[in-house]
């Protein structure tokens, strides 16, 4: 199965902190992704990339940033987190040799900024 | 640019059928279907490319009307562990293979 991971599961927090949600795959993926979701809502792309340094904005804007600096880890920051951050981050990847390759989804990580 | 899923909601009961529409307003190039569990992150069930392929997987099968820009997915004789939530996932012929889901179709089997 997937071998794709998210650190933290759970994190609260206060308003103001830097956060940082770590997301790494095992699987030589060239695309990584970061979907926000709100519960029981559908899925969001706010952050995608396809290799090595190599970042876009999603569709949905977001005050998160990330970076690709190994093709394996694609880590989202949030410089001073506020309660509308407050959501589950979904991280994916997916296979570069085509747009018909599916996305692996981490367990995602749950932010609560309080 | 959101694909457009229909119904929001359905409650069926053990062995019935569903289907489950997913429709874009602009020229598609691939569809994915996902269902999400609660609490959990969406598990992949199939993707359909640009040429009306049907696929299967199981009792769950998909199709792609290239004409209509729709996807339908297909749930026959459902059992309990099909509840949960389905996505479906779309890009374009103009996108650079980003995904874009729609809202979601919630169903729930009941014995």
């Known amino acids: 199965e997937a071998d794709i991971y998210q650190t933290p599961r759970y994190l609260v927090i206060g308003t103001g902190k830097k956060i940082t949600l770590e997301c790494s795959q095992t699987?030589?993926?060239?695309?990584m992704y970061w979907y926000q979701q709100d519960p029981g809502m559908e899925l969001h792309l706010i952050h995608y990339s396809y290799g090595v340094n190599s970042t876009e904005k999603g569709d949905l804007s977001s005050e998160s940033t990330v970076s690709r600096i190994r093709t394996e880890h694609f880590p989202l920051t949030l410089e001073s987190a506020r309660p509308s951050h407050t959501s589950q981050y979904l991280c994916?990847?997916?296979?570069?040799?085509?747009?018909?390759?599916?996305?692996?989804f981490g367990s995602g990580t749950q932010l609560s900024v309080l | 640019q959101q694909p457009v899923q229909s119904p929001q909601a359905v409650i069926l009961r053990e062995g019935e059928d569903a289907v489950i529409n997913c429709s874009s307003s602009?020229?598609?190039?691939?569809v994915h279907w996902y269902r999400q569990k609660h609490g959990e992150a969406p598990v992949f069930l199939m993707i359909l490319l640009k040429g009306g392929e049907q696929k299967g997987h199981e009792k769950i099968s998909a199709s792609f009307n290239e004409k209509k820009q729709q996807s339908s997915l297909y749930l026959t004789a459902s059992q309990l562990s099909y509840s949960g939530t389905y996505f479906c996932g779309t890009s374009w012929m103009d996108s650079s293979y980003k995904l874009i889901f729609g809202s979601g179709t919630r169903l729930l089997v009941r014995p």
């Open positions: 994916a990847s997916s296979d570069s040799s085509g747009p018909g390759e599916k996305l692996f």
């Open positions: 602009k020229a598609l190039y691939s």
């Open positions: 699987m030589g993926h060239d695309k």
